[in-house]
């Protein structure tokens, strides 16, 4: 990128008000000798609104300016931005020279003779989980299952998901209908709020092994957060022991709109095999995937 004379400035348009900082290194010269009268300068910028602003200035009186490399990186924690650089020539003449989307914490880069690129925020890639290291037994009351928990403070938006996989048996007791609960809260216990019902068929009084699968999706967050999770139930028998009927289950549940942001937030699962009913989980695992980066 060359600004040719005093009228030339580099831009940066933004189409929100997510966090931008830019900064540009550069050498000045005479244009009439080509000597380098400035060697490695940097101007540096933060923007935080959806407007066009300026982020290399022009040259002095018969300069040039020629940049080598420069970067527009994303410091917003939920705001994506379109970002689109120009070069002004003059009240008249305005180039794009290169527009990108940057999702939060990804930064379009510069480099002279490579190019425009951007370099994707590895939050997409950020992970946590949680398993048990024992046995957790629900009996016949609602239990929040240890290992099924995260805290997920500052980590959520939108199109983080989680998956939770169990394994477990029960007893010959129990023909209720059993409940697996998508819990969010700051207790991490029974008493946080459902936000995902899983009601599966009834049971009947015979001994059987099975699998649970839940997955919740992120659709929104802050005050007017919502999650969509399904769950899915197979067992060993045919039409006893887990559930009446042989085949899988699948379940279905979109909650009401909630507050995701309070410190201390937990997400979890709770299950009640319902009465007389004696589940044994013997794994217990939870991943979280596409959370925040913390920086």
């Known amino acids: 990128m060359y600004l040719p004379n005093t009228t030339s400035i580099l831009q940066c348009a933004r189409s929100s008000a997510a966090s931008i900082d830019s900064t540009v290194f550069f050498i000045e010269y005479v244009k009439a000798t080509g000597v380098a009268v400035d060697m490695g300068n940097k101007e540096s910028h933060a923007f935080a609104s959806?407007?066009?602003?300026?982020?290399?200035?022009?040259?002095?009186?018969?300069?040039?300016?020629?940049?080598?490399?420069?970067?527009?990186?994303?410091?917003?924690?939920?705001?994506?931005?379109d970002v689109e650089i120009l070069l002004n020539d003059s009240a008249d003449i305005t180039t794009s020279l290169h527009k990108a989307t940057l999702a939060p914490g990804d930064t379009l880069e510069y480099i002279e003779n490579v190019g425009f690129f951007v370099v994707t925020n590895l939050s997409s890639l950020v992970i946590d989980a949680n398993a048990n290291t024992a046995d957790v037994v629900a009996n016949a009351a609602d239990t929040y299952l240890t290992g099924s928990s995260l805290n997920v403070t500052g980590l959520l938006q939108a199109g983080a998901f989680f998956r939770w996989r169990f394994s477990f048996n029960k007893t010959a007791a129990g023909i209720a209908t059993p409940i697996f609960n998508l819990r969010f809260g700051t207790a991490g216990t029974t008493g946080d709020t459902s936000r995902g019902t899983h009601t599966f068929l009834a049971q009947t009084a015979a001994t059987d092994t099975g699998v649970c699968e839940i997955e919740a999706v992120v659709r929104a967050v802050g005050a007017s957060g919502q999650i969509q999770s399904f769950a899915t139930l197979e067992h060993i028998n045919t039409t006893t022991g887990l559930a009446n009927a042989a085949q899988i289950q699948i379940k279905l549940a979109l909650s009401a709109t909630f507050d995701t942001t309070p410190s201390g937030s937990i997400i979890g699962i709770s299950c009640n095999p319902g009465a007389s009913g004696v589940w044994t989980f013997q794994t217990c695992t939870v991943t979280g995937r596409n959370l925040v980066k913390q920086r």
């Open 50 to 81: 959806a407007a066009t602003g300026t982020c290399l200035a022009a040259p002095g009186a018969s300069n040039c300016r020629s940049v080598k490399k420069a970067w527009w990186r994303n410091k917003h924690a939920t705001l994506s931005c």
